[in-house]
Each structure stands twice: as C-alpha cells, then as structure tokens.
C-alpha cells in the first residue's frame, strides 16, 4: 500500500510532462545536453541537489547515510536517430488515445521518468533501511564511455541498481553480455588463373563454419545458450588475384556461464584466423531470484525473465534487476510510443517493490 497516493498522482503527473520535454528536445548519443539541462531544471525546481558530469545527471536522497546500502535507479535520456518510416514528427509529443507518440517515449523516457518520480517520492523519507540515487545516463544507445561508465566511479558502493528499459513492468532477472570479435584469416596472395598462392577466403569459410556450428556446453537457465553470429565480412580487391586477407565480424551474446576472456579463449584455440576483441565491457550481468527486490516483484504477479539485448546493466559490478514500463519491441520502431497507463503503473509498481525491500 502506497503511504501517499496523492503525492505519487502528482509525481505521476510531472514525470509526465517532463517525458514531453525531453521528446521534443533531440538528444542523440553524444549530443544529449540539452535533455541534460531539461533534466537539471526539474531537479532545481524542486530544490534537489544533483551533480552533473558531461551529460550525466545524478543526486542522492536528503537523508543519505553513507552507514547505509545503496540502490541506484538508473536509465538513460539518449536516443536513436529517428527511422526514416516515421509518419509522425518525432519530436512532437502527441497524445492520443492514451498513448504518447515520440522519439525516445518508449525507450527509455518512460523508463526514466518513472524512475525519477520513484526518487522524488523516496527523496525526503527519513525511515529508510537504504539510500536512494537516481542516475539520467547518456550514450547507452551507442554502449559509450561518457554515459554511466563515466558516472559509477562517483557514486558509493551500489547494492544493487534498478535499471529502467522497458520490459512491461516485468523482471528481467538476467541479462546477455555483448562481445564483438574482429577475425583476419590470413593467406599468400597468387594469380587466380595458375595453382598459386592461399586463398584467404577459403581459410576464413572453415572458421565461419566452427562459429555456426560450435556449442558451448554450459547453458544458462535464465538466458539460454551462447550465441554466436558472423555478422560481416570483406575481402579481395580484384577478380583474378588471390586475396590474402579475409576480415570478417562475429557477434557473440554471452551468458553469466563464462566469462569473456573464456570465451575469447575457446575461440582462439578453435579457429585459425587472428582474433581482435573490440572491447570486454560489456558482461553479462544479473541477480539471485532469492534477492529481496525481485522476491518483491514477484509478490505482485510480476514475471521473471532473461533479456538477449544488452543495457547499461553491463557497466555495472553490482546485482542489477533490468525492468521499465513500456515494451521492447517498441524500441526504434517508426512511430515509438508508450502508453500513459504504462507510466502510471510503473511509478506505482516501483515504489511499491522498494517499499518492500529492506537491506
């Protein structure tokens, strides 16, 4: 039972309002300060101190008591650039038969601005177990180094973080990493017409081959197998000559079973080509369905899940529960929106799972 039903009709209300804002404000990855000083504004105007750092957003409950655990209310204000099969503006928050139609509204406005009407709520309660901080992150569309990586460092040890995608309101429980290897398979270039040289490609196809058809044993019971999908591929630079390199791109989507450098590992070993990872920030991540916020949800009939798509949850080094109203395959569709009810049910849903958590 909400303490204040009032308060949170309010709250409800503004993070509404505020959601058109930030509709009609572009905000692509790396060109979010304008979304940024929309979002400062609403914290001054209700006399919340924040701090900012490029285009991150954060600030901590009145009563925070760093005596205290800590959970992190995280989402993101970046957008992608608009599809070109949009019949709307996109930057014009139009309501309309209860939904709000506009870039971003679904993902993840809704998202965020439940979470900060979650914070506002939260934010003069004296008789919490926990603190409370609310995080507006940039540069998630483009997993990007001054969004929330750049913004953790600065906040105290997270007990665990509740990050805002939509998900219906449900509890992505799980959630697959992101590793990006760049493959060469190497060769000797030769004449096409004569028996010369070591045809690249050829080398390159059985790699591709081990990629297609390679089962990792271990298989997690929240997000499946591994996946692994060669994803580009380039070479040659004429008809009659042998190529000597072949580069091509496998994307892999890796389970809390392995780590990435045991990926990494496995495919070294398994495959001729040079392997380059791009990057290994991008983890899996979860948490324990016995943890006190998901046992909350669960408690209202929410559903337990593990997502394929990868969030800021990878940045983070803390249990995480991945869960927003809105739906994800809404998410840079042409026409995005989110319905209002959606946002009304997720300040309701938040609040009343924190309510239930005590650490």
Same mark, same amino acid.
């Given at each position: 039972m909400i303490q =204040?039903?009032?308060l949170v009709e309010t709250l409800t209300n503004d993070a509404i309002e505020l959601l058109k804002d930030l509709i009609q404000t572009e905000s692509f990855s790396k060109q979010e300060d304008e979304t940024a000083a929309i979002i400062e504004e609403f914290f001054r105007e209700r006399n919340i101190p924040y701090r900012r750092k490029k285009n991150n957003i954060w600030a901590k409950n009145k009563y925070f008591d760093a005596n205290k655990p800590t959970v992190l209310l995280n989402s993101h204000h970046d957008t992608v650039k608009p599809n070109p099969s949009w019949t709307l503006n996109?930057?014009?928050?139009?309501?309309?038969?209860?939904?709000?139609?506009?870039?971003?509204? =679904?993902?993840?406005?809704?998202?965020?601005?439940?979470?900060i009407a979650t914070f506002c709520y939260f934010y003069y309660r004296n008789d919490l177990t926990y603190n409370v901080i609310i995080a507006a992150t940039a540069e998630e569309e483009i997993s990007g180094r001054e969004g929330l990586e750049m913004v953790a460092p600065e906040l105290p040890e997270i007990s665990f973080a509740i990050v805002g995608e939509p998900t219906q309101m449900h509890l992505a429980v799980a959630e697959k990493g992101l590793l990006v290897l760049d493959c060469i398979a190497h060769g000797k270039s030769g004449h096409a017409a004569r028996n010369e040289g070591e045809n690249a490609i050829y080398k390159a196809i059985q790699d591709i081959n081990w990629f297609q058809t390679h089962q990792f044993p271990k298989v997690s019971e929240n997000l499946g197998p591994i996946k692994m999908t060669v994803t580009i591929i380039n070479a040659g630079t004429q008809h009659n000559v042998v190529p000597d390199t072949c580069k091509f791109t496998v994307d892999i989507r890796v389970t809390e079973q392995y780590t990435l450098e045991e990926i990494i590992e496995t495919v070294k070993k398994n495959i001729s080509s040079e392997v380059i990872p791009r990057s290994i920030r991008l983890r899996p991540s979860s948490i324990p369905m016995e943890h006190p916020i998901v046992q909350a949800g669960i408690s209202m009939g929410r559903n337990t899940y593990g997502s394929p798509t990868t969030s800021d949850q990878a940045l983070l080094d803390c249990p995480s529960l991945k869960m927003g109203p809105g739906d994800s395959a809404r998410s840079h569709t042409a026409d995005e929106y989110v319905h209002i009810d959606e946002i009304v049910e997720g300040v309701q849903l938040y609040i009343k799972m924190l309510e239930k958590v005590i650490l």
């Open positions: =204040n039903s009032d996109p930057f014009n928050p139009l309501l309309k038969d209860g939904k709000l139609y506009g870039l971003g509204s =679904n993902d993840a406005g809704g998202c965020l601005v439940s979470l």
